[in-house]
DNA sequence: CGCTTATAATAAGCGCGCATACTATCTGAG
DNA sequence: CTCAGATAGTATGCGCGCTTATTATAAGCG
């Protein structure tokens, strides 16, 4: 070793959390996307059709409230709504207060779906997780302290 | 509460590892392109175009190699090198033994912007992990074991 | 009341991470 | 040597995650 090509990252990125990280979330979301596709549905779609099924029985919601629930950004919501939309999942009529809002309501077919969908979903991430048995606990601590001392510095930088 | 919406998902998505995981990536992800927008890289092309400068100086790459290195899907991989070529951080020459494969070289451009780029990676990588201190060497040992436990279970599944 | 500011949704567009399919070439078994 | 199967690279196409910009409307302030 006369010079390496690189300062620092000294052996290679097989020990960057940030590497990792991307590596895993990848593969994560192969194992997802394996599980829902005799569903039809894409992870996202999962994610938001699932996340309006719990919360239209409580709320009126609108796409930029479920986009805040789910943590999907506003555009991205707005698109695969419609996807969900088109596959009569659910249905996005005005909103009957704020003309610029659309209601979302989840149809039966919609619910079914999701009801069966949550199973795979819930059973491939358990499989995923697995390796770790019951340090998934210490895991998931790890990440909600990751979400909370992140959150805020985005939030700073805007 | 007369009857839950969806089956299990006992409290919303909040606890489970998979849903934190994709928050997680995504947010690492944001700061990644902030971190490296200065440099107009993606973090796709900041991984190739590291890992080429690093290995270039000991074996002659090919674009399936490098791929292979990064753990980046060879038609990712070459929708990136040919940005990186046109940018003239890399060079794609025909191999000399191999007329099938492109032998990857790194510019003295890329080489340079390799070395800046990787600082402020690295810094954005330890502010994003900042948070669980000195945890984060527990949290890599976990991702080398989801990593090692996964691969076997895709490579099966093939 | 009028006016500024914030908000709901969307259009257009970019790059990644795939899946699928194809061409050209290498490699190994017989 | 031949030929089947693996391998290197790419075209095409899809959906996500995001940026920027636009339209329409709501909400707050003087």
Redesign the interface.
Known sequence: MTKP?????LS?????????????????????R?ALQPYELT?SQF?LL??A??F??SETLTQARLAQL??VDPMTTSQVLRALEAAQLIQRVDHPEDPRAKAISVTKAG?DL??KA??A??E??A??????GS??K???A??????????R??AD?K
């Open positions: 090509p690189l300062p620092t990252r290679g990125p097989a020990e960057s959390p940030g590497f990792l990280l991307w590596k895993i979330s990848n593969a994560w979301q192969r194992r997802q394996a992870h994610v699932a996340t099924t719990w239209a029985t789910c943590g619910r999701a009801r949550v199973v979903v819930e491939a991430d499989a995923f997780f697995a390796p770790l340090d998934t210490r895991l998931v790890m990440f909600q302290a990751l979400i909370e001392g992140n959150e510095t985005e930088s």
